[in-house]
């Protein structure tokens, strides 16, 4: 069963708004047995919307439709598809009482503007929007079935999960997709794709392997596709064999953001923690504090740029300085020993390095960066360097602490290398 | 001149990976006038491949692909394009000089499965990637233009900015594209559009006036499309109005990051600056210091989860927590003097709420915050209830401090909401 997706808003096109909705309905659609076909964006112009419309029916049976419904005057959606199916507007009792509700609990006037929103296509169902102020909109017509969604991505999920998927699986019939995926830190896709060769072209008809490198991350995803029975079995024996063949690099057996899932890990074995960041500003500590519930395990965290604030908050002596310095082993060492006893934590990470564009010198070149992993058993400092942007630095750097982490909690530091 | 955008890979449909690249594409290519007509996401297969291109091509002169360019089985898009054009490989011996060089300083191997890479269609001119493996081809036939990259971020950037942007200034004639954004932060869409409502319906001939709402920003960009000579002198004067009736609200005259702008701020300014986080984790002290040079202007920063550490590291008094709370305005007014005066800084910000999903209280709902602003002249702190999910929760509190430090250094704190 083949779906596409229409992504409606010249700020797509121009590029002011990154369309983080498409992905997600990607893989939920893709979860629920539908195979996503074609994704297209188009302006806020209702011939590119209809033309869009009517080649994607062409290709497939059920389109999905996003953005443009808002209440201003760039926003044509609703009136491009009153066209489309040449019907006109009503307006809708319940939205409207929706509306009155929520203007109210939010201090807000109702103005005519937004009451707008309460205005659908006569020939639609409504999907209810309980987050926001845009309904969704469900068109059934001569086999084929157009969903129109609002663009704000929580309004979106919401309608989705609420409504769409609900009448997707009573409307359609749908093949078995599975995925199952895992994630690797720090080796490259093409040493790993040498290494995967002969599992992969040993694969059955209908299983796939594909390669999806993101900084320093390569997932590995498996998918079967199938019409009939779930080939369940099949999977986990292959996908077992894939881990396997994967243990030296794999972080997770899952499709995982690496820091969410270290935190699940700190939560689960109620695990203190902290952290003490020089080059990678906070970015490694929020990572982790973006897990719900964490604030019960981490008293607090510290990010100490300067040489005076390591010495006075984290007990560096003044000699590593004047020897060493800062981007060193020993300063690592110090940092993720200091900040673990000042706050009484079990574990805490520390980083010492250069983030660049500046700071560079030539023995201390932008990307190096020493991290530390520091438990009352054992404190060990690795040194890595990293290549990309500021912000690509503190996400490798990132991504090198979780798993460096990971393989001080599971025993496994001295399997670990020098460096990447 | 109009240009579309076809990014294919399997991972992009099936919602592995979020495109910022298409984003990045649009803004960039609006700028030298282009004006993008469509983006479509295809899967790695080459009958989508083709008919995606196919049909591009019957609407514009110029195609952009990225992605299927990696060295595993599952990318395509080269052969694919052999296909297309009716050519063969050829192998492109400054590629594989390059691939030797790039592989000899990483200190790997040079594998047979890298050196794929420089096998290049005939027909195709070769788009040097100095940062990455998978070189640019431009393919200019029957006068259509098609460029293919590589969907690694960075080397897409690099290749359209180094190579691909001259060559179609020299290719192509544009009209002219003006778009000029202003943000705003803390104002819904639908009141702004009321209040702007006069002035957009005076708008002259090709003008046009689009709202991108954000979190709790809303982007305001005007744009002028011409033929002819450039309308600066026009667009300069209306944009300078649209400013003047959004001056209690907007944060920047430009499209910006808030926390980006501001850390640009105290850096033109050389204000030195730090915080104290609760609720938010980290996340606005990690926003600020991924603009480069920001630690020359920040010693450290604290997140300080515990009642314990609020006392210890920032001198919050014990009966806070007894009285009012640690989320209150008067925690949040110590966190900020506390941490501006233990790290001698010129401007603190300090953040202490309910980030939820858990943690809350029938008089303490998720979503409440006070953020603390504390100079050498005042200290300013403001209640706000943010609507979200926890990482929205910061995004929101983030924008906040911004805006309200802005309006802290801009000495118009008075003027500042109670909330929002």
Chains 1, 2 share one sequence.
Not at 16 to 29: P, V, Y
Request: glycine share 8%; charged share 20%; with cysteine.
């Amino acid at each position: 069963m083949k779906v596409e997706i229409i992504t409606i808003g010249d700020e797509l096109l121009i590029g002011q708004t990154i369309d983080t909705n498409s992905a997600w309905m990607g893989r939920e659609l893709s979860n629920l047995g539908f195979a996503l076909n074609r994704r297209t964006a188009v302006a806020d112009a209702a011939e590119d919307i209809k033309s869009a419309i009517g080649e994607a029916f062409g290709r497939v049976d059920l389109v999905i439709l996003t953005g443009g419904l808002g209440p201003t005057k760039d926003d044509i959606t609703k009136k491009t598809l009153c066209e489309l199916y040449g019907c006109g507007l009503r307006r809708d009792e319940h939205v409207l009482a929706h509306l009155s509700r929520l203007f109210e609990k939010r201090g807000r006037q109702l103005l005519e503007i937004n009451k707008i929103q309460a205005d659908l296509p006569e020939l639609c169902e409504t999907l209810t929007n309980e987050v926001g102020t845009a309904p969704g909109m469900w068109f059934d017509q001569n086999g084929k079935v157009l969903v129109s969604m609002p663009g704000v991505p929580n309004e979106m999920m919401h309608i989705m999960t609420e409504r769409v998927f609900p009448r997707l699986k009573n409307r359609f019939s749908t093949g078995t997709i599975l995925h199952r995926t895992l994630l690797t830190i720090n080796i490259a896709e093409s040493l790993l794709s040498n290494h995967l060769e002969s599992f992969e072209s040993a694969l059955p008809d209908g299983f796939t392997l594909a390669y999806l490198p993101a900084l320093n991350t390569v997932k590995l995803r498996l998918t079967s596709r199938s019409e009939g029975a779930e080939p369940d079995a099949q999977m986990d024996k292959l996908f077992h064999t894939l881990c396997e063949l994967c243990r030296e690099w794999m972080f997770a057996p899952e499709d995982v953001v690496p820091a969410r899932y270290m935190a699940r890990m700190f939560l689960e074995n109620n695990l203190r923690f902290t952290l003490a960041e020089s080059c990678t500003g906070g970015y490694i500590a929020n990572q982790l504090l973006l897990e719900p519930g964490v604030s019960a395990i981490c008293d607090g965290a510290q990010i100490t740029y300067s040489n005076a604030v390591k010495m006075r908050e984290l007990g560096v002596p003044e000699s590593i300085f004047s020897t060493v310095g800062a981007v060193s082993e020993e300063c690592a060492r110090y940092m993720a020993d200091g900040i673990r006893k000042k706050m009484g934590a079990d574990v805490a990470i520390s980083t010492t390095g250069i983030a660049g564009p500046g700071g560079a010198t030539p023995e201390k070149p932008v990307g190096l960066i020493y991290i530390g992993v520091s438990t009352a058993q054992q404190t060990v400092v690795k040194k890595y360097k990293l290549f990309g942007t500021r912000e690509q630095f503190m996400q490798r750097a990132c991504n090198c602490a979780m798993q460096l982490t990971m393989q001080v909690l599971k025993g496994e530091a001295a399997m670990i290398s020098d460096s990447i």
